[in-house]
């Protein structure tokens, strides 16, 4: 990314998300995801990496949706401190929620990698990586659910 390019995003970012707790909740979820992402980097084992990505790239996907949330929340009560607006505290928490679970995830990626790349796909538990990315996808549904009722 240029260096216009990104000044033209940091820009729009503060316009749409403001300064305060809805852009610290999208930017937390995206740096859970930048984790997740880094596991991936040199993966030799074609079966474990093409597994990872798949499960990657569906948590890549709710990014927008983060986003969705964390817009339509400043719009409906804006932050610019560290105070969450009361009338959208589980909102918020459910954000939270979702960031933590994204970078479990991404820990137990780490271990799916190491075990895989160890003792062989099979071994790998590739079905604990995508009951963690399942987590992360509940989690913003349910913030998507708790904002649609304010």
């Known amino acids: 990314m240029g260096l216009f ?9 503060t316009k749409e998300l403001g300064d305060g707790v809805w852009r610290r909740a999208y930017d937390r979820f ?14 030799e084992d074609n079966d474990l990496h093409n597994a990872l990505i798949m499960i ?3 948590l890549a996907d709710l990014q927008a949706r ?15 401190g560290s ?25 137990v990626a780490a271990m799916a990698r190491l075990d895989g790349e160890r003792w062989g796909f099979a071994s790998a538990g590739l079905e604990n990586v995508a009951m963690r990315a399942d987590l992360v996808a509940d989690g913003i549904s349910a913030a998507e659910i708790e904002l649609a009722k304010h």
């Open 83 to 107: 105070d969450i607006p009361h009338e959208l505290y589980a909102v918020h928490r459910l954000l939270s929620k979702a960031a933590n679970d994204l970078a479990t995830t991404a820990q």
């Open 30 to 43: 995206g740096r859970s995801l930048d984790r997740v992402h880094q596991i991936l980097e040199g993966i």
């Open 56 to 58: 990657a790239n569906h």
């Open 66 to 80: 983060v986003r969705v949330v964390c817009v339509s929340a400043q719009k409906k009560s804006p932050s610019t």
């Open 5 to 13: 390019s990104a000044a033209r995003e940091a820009r729009r970012d």
